[in-house]
């Protein structure tokens, strides 16, 4: 029901989609200079603005009124026909625009299409089944003639023994107007199709499909795999769907052209043509006037766009990504709409035109980088990557006005050129991969620097405390792997710092600050495997951190508890940091945490300080997620049985290379408790093995449980974990994507 719910919503969107179509002035002057009469759209106008009155309150009664469902299944149609003859009027003036004709001005009933229209809502059965994969069996010098058989349409008979086709059936998902498909019998009136794609898709698999011209979008659910698609649907019946918006290819390799008919799908919005063998696109692709996101990656055939493209008015995204492009149109700078053209790994790309604006997103291209200096559209690029080059293909970087850079693997290069200071607008600059890099450039770096990202630089030197104190806009700063020779670091050296990342720094010994009591403005402190680090400064104030990592530190032996501030939300340390402190400040300390939601416990055999925290209930309420790791001495996590029970808000528990614990607290687990992982600790997994082990039953209750997990942590910080690919449930994801097509038109 909640999927329909978000179905039937887009009513509403498509209802204030018709009424800004109707009042702009473009639709209203086309109108005009055709001598039509405008108070009809004033009419729809009013109608509309009461339909989209009463819409909230009937997408509400569908649930229990049967009748206002069957209204609003009618309504949805309606609006769909409406939108689609708006669009072609819109399109017809698009056209004009273009091509700069005439029009041959018709009665208003035949632009209009006046008609009365009755419709009979059908009830349809659609069959269910399970969806198996197919077996496709041959020798690998026989793929050329089979794929020829299995795409061929010409003997409608051709009985093929290696290849099994199973699963028929189709899977309705958001309401009428959306369908997984898996071909069989289809009825009705059907607005979006997605599928998986075999290996083959032959023309009898969308037989149930093709009477469906009011189809809006083909979208295969292709992730990894390489089809083919019989000639028939590409180039026979995709093209007669005129009232397709979204159009998908995607994977299919036998693609090398499109069809002339490909301009009767003047309504398309979003075409996607990645990873096909197109080799070039025709001048009638170029008519698709409504067309705003067209995808080309991977199109390893394809050399060259014609000028043509300039007609694409809307065009707002481009991607060429790793095509065989040489150059761009002189006239791809018209596109004033265009908002990102993505160029990345086209190691063809030789120029582009003057006057491209600031939408280019450049990166491995390294024909065009060794020819920078010839070309005037270096002004225009907001961003850079340099890899692999010499000394002189840095030259030219004062001719760039570009906001991000990142130089990379560089074998040879000793020194960033002075061109670098001609960069005035420079604001994040990342130097990755050169091992005889040894200095900055003698006046430094710009000052307009807002992040520096310095990783596998060994021999690079670090700027020097005294210079830092210039770059008052410098926010991030990372040193991974990097300046061996320093060995301190002051917090203080960056006025405006937030976020600062150390990591296997060999030699660094000591972080400090420049003297007195410091306020900083950290948000975030980062510091890992620094294994000479041995001190942190204890006169500081951190009012803003938020997050506070310090992690394979094995000589930094206290921390001050000024770096556990009440504003702390993501706290990750070995406690045999705070092995010195007494237990009441302890207490105090922990207590004052009301902010902390993520909390990780590194005991590396100091069991002191995590058993006071457990017996003593000090962790804070506030806690959502707990990991508790390497603590060996732990046997028994009862300890006086209450210490996570009063944890009220913690969803998730990790436990992970603890090899002596035995057991949990069973009994007395939070509630709220929704995902318990185990990883590294043999008898807790012998305990709760799933539904072998003798406890597995005390445990069951949680939502997931996870035993020997690989990827312990969350895979990028946003709640999403690593999992099989094969156990996703494809009617959810059609359920997310089609309300995000819809979005488009």
């Known amino acids: 029901m909640a999927l329909a719910l978000v179905g039937e919503a887009l009513i509403s969107a498509s209802v204030e989609i018709l009424l800004d179509r109707i009042t702009s002035k473009e639709f209203r002057d086309f109108f005009v200079k055709r001598k039509l009469n405008v108070s009809l759209l004033d009419e729809l106008k009013i109608k509309l603005i009461a339909l989209d009155v009463v819409l909230n309150d009937a997408e509400e009664k569908q649930i229990t009124n049967s009748q206002v469902k069957a209204w609003l299944d009618e309504l949805k149609d309606a609006v769909y026909d409406a939108e689609d003859l708006l669009d072609e009027i819109n399109t017809e003036s698009l056209r004009c625009k273009v091509e700069g004709e005439s029009q041959t001005v018709t009665t208003q009933k035949d632009i209009l299409r006046l008609t009365s229209v009755s419709r009979k809502v059908t009830p349809r059965t659609v069959p269910d089944s399970l969806v198996e994969p197919d077996d496709v069996v041959a020798r690998e010098d026989d793929k050329e003639k089979l794929v020829s058989m299995l795409l061929s349409d010409e003997d409608e008979n051709n009985n093929i023994q290696v290849l099994t086709i199973r699963g028929m059936g189709a899977r309705f998902v958001s309401g009428k107007s959306s369908a997984y498909f898996e071909s069989g019998e289809i009825q009705g009136t059907l607005r979006h199709v997605a599928f998986l794609p075999k290996m083959f898709d032959i023309s009898k698999r969308f037989k149930s499909l093709y009477e ?35 159009l998908s290819l995607f994977a299919y390799e036998n693609i090398t052209k499109l069809p002339e008919s490909i301009c009767n799908l003047v309504l398309l919005r979003y075409l996607d043509l990645s990873r096909t063998s197109i080799e070039r696109l025709s001048n009638e692709t170029f008519k698709l006037y409504n067309l705003q996101t067209l995808k080309l990656s991977r199109c390893r055939y394809l050399t060259e766009l014609p000028e043509s493209i300039c007609s694409l008015m809307l065009l707002r995204y481009v991607d060429l990504s790793n095509t065989s492009i040489e150059r761009l149109p002189k006239e791809t700078f018209r596109l004033y709409n265009l908002e990102t053209l993505k160029l990345s790994n086209c190691k063809s790309l030789v120029e582009l035109p003057e006057q491209m604006g600031n939408m280019v997103e450049i990166s491995k291209c390294n024909q065009l980088q060794a020819k920078s200096s010839d070309l005037h559209w270096n002004t225009s690029i907001e961003s850079v990557f340099i890899d692999k080059g010499g000394e002189g293909s840095l030259s030219f970087l004062d001719s760039f006005s570009c906001t991000n850079l990142v130089i990379a693997n560089y074998d040879n290069l000793s020194s960033l050129p002075r061109t670098i200071l001609g960069l005035n607008c420079l ?319």
């Open 212 to 246: 469906l011209n009011c189809l809006r979008t083909f979208l295969p659910l292709n992730f990894f795999s390489t089809n083919y698609l019989s000639k028939r649907v590409s180039h026979d019946w995709l093209p007669k769907l005129r009232h397709l918006r979204t």
């Open 427 to 745: 604001q994040e600059l990342n130097l990755h991969s050169m091992p005889t890099l040894i200095s900055f450039p003698a006046d430094g770096l710009p000052v307009s620097l807002k992040s520096l990202r310095i990783t596998d630089c060994e021999e690079l030197e670090f700027l020097s405390p005294e210079s830092c104190r210039k770059y008052t806009s410098l926010a991030r700063l990372s040193i991974s792997r990097s300046c061996h020779s320093l060995s301190s670091f002051p917090l203080d050296c960056f006025p405006s710092l937030e976020w600062l990342y150390i990591n296997d720094c060999d030699n660094i010994e000591a972080i400090t600050t420049q003297g007195g009591t410091t306020s900083l403005k950290l948000v975030s402190l980062h510091v890992y495997d620094c294994e000479k680090l041995e001190s942190f400064p204890e006169y500081v104030d951190l009012p803003a951190l938020q997050c506070l990592y310090l992690l394979g530190l094995p000589k930094l032996a206290s921390l001050s508890p000024r770096y556990l501030p009440s504003s702390l939300e993501s706290l990750d340390l070995n406690v045999g940091m705070l092995s010195c402190m007494p237990k009441h400040e302890l207490r105090f300390l922990f207590q004052r945490l009301t902010s902390l939601s993520r909390l990780t416990i590194n005991g590396f055999g100091n069991g002191d300080v995590f058993n006071t925290l457990l017996k003593e209930s000090l962790l804070p309420t506030s806690l959502l997620s707990l990991e508790i790791s390497m603590c060996d001495g732990l046997t028994c996590l009862c300890l006086e049985g209450k210490w996570l029970q009063h944890l009220s808000s913690l969803t998730q528990l990790r436990i992970k290379n603890c090899e002596r614990l035995e057991s949990l607290p069973e009994d007395q687990l939070p509630s709220s408790l929704e995902v318990l992982k185990i990883y590294k600790c043999p008898l807790l997994e012998a305990r709760y093995e799933d539904q072998k082990g003798r406890h597995w039953s005390k445990i069951a209750h949680i939502s997931t449980v996870a035993e020997g997990v690989g990827t312990f942590a969350d895979c990028d910080g946003s709640g999403f974990f690593i999992c099989d690919i094969s156990c996703i449930h494809f009617n959810h994801v059609v359920a997310f994507i089609f309300p995000l097509l819809e979005g488009f038109y």
